[in-house]
C-alpha cells in the first residue's frame, strides 16, 4: 500500500472538482434561494460524479488507479461522514436546531471527512479542512447569518478545489466515462 508522500495522488484530481462543484452549487442555492439549499447541495454532488467519471480514464492514464490504501482511507472517510449525520439524526440532534445551526454541523463534519482524506487525495484536503473549521469558527463567533456562512464555505470549496484540480490542464481529456 503507498500512501506516502512520493505515492501519486490519482483521487486528488477527481475529488478537487468534486468539491469546485459543490462549493459552486453551495453558493447558487445560497444566492437564489436558501431554502432549497439542500437540493443544490445534491445538485453540486451530481455534477462532481459526472466530472469525476468524465476525467477518470485520463487521470489514470497518467496518474494510474488509486492504490487500495487510497481507496480504503476514502471509503472510511464516508463511512464516518455517513455515520456522524446518521447517530446526530438518530438521536433527534437536528429535531430543534435552527437550519444555521444544522448547516453549521453539516460543513463542520463534512471538514472532519476532509481531515482524514488528507490521505487519500493528498494535503490540500487536510488545509481544506483546517480553512473550512476556522471559517465555520469565525461565522459562530461573529453571529454571520446562514448565506455568507455558505458562501464562504462554497468559495473555499471552489478554491481549494480548482487548484487539486490544476493537473487536469496537462491531462489529455477522455469522455469516455
Known amino acids: 500500500m503507498t500512501i506516502g508522500k512520493s505515492a501519486p ?9 468534486f468539491v469546485a462543484c459543490v462549493g459552486a ?3 447558487a442555492g445560497a444566492v437564489l434561494g436558501e431554502r432549497f439549499l439542500g437540493y443544490y447541495l445534491i445538485s453540486g454532488m451530481l455534477a462532481g460524479i459526472a466530472a469525476i467519471l468524465i476525467t477518470r ?18 471509503l472510511f ?14 438521536a433527534g440532534y437536528f429535531l430543534d436546531r435552527s437550519l444555521l445551526s444544522i448547516w453549521q454541523t ?6 472532519l471527512h ?3 482524506m488528507r490521505w487519500s487525495h493528498g494535503p490540500l484536503m487536510l488545509l481544506l479542512a483546517i ?12 453571529s454571520v447569518s446562514l448565506v455568507p456562512m455558505i458562501v464562504g464555505d462554497g468559495a473555499l470549496k471552489i478554491l481549494f ?5 490544476i493537473p487536469l490542464l496537462k491531462l489529455p481529456i477522455s469522455f469516455k466515462p
Open 9 to 17: 495522488l490519482p483521487m486528488q484530481l477527481g475529488g478537487g472538482l
Open 25 to 27: 452549487a453551495l453558493i
Open 57 to 74: 480514464r485520463s487521470v489514470a492514464m497518467r496518474l494510474g488507479r488509486p492504490s487500495g490504501g487510497q481507496i480504503g482511507i476514502f
Open 77 to 90: 472517510a464516508v463511512v464516518f461522514e455517513l455515520a456522524v449525520f446518521l447517530l446526530l439524526g438518530r
Open 106 to 111: 453539516g460543513l463542520a463534519i463534512v471538514a
Open 114 to 116: 476532509f481531515l482524514i
Open 131 to 142: 480553512a473550512i473549521l476556522i471559517w465555520i469558527a469565525l461565522c459562530i463567533t461573529a
Open 161 to 165: 478545489g480548482l487548484i487539486m484540480a
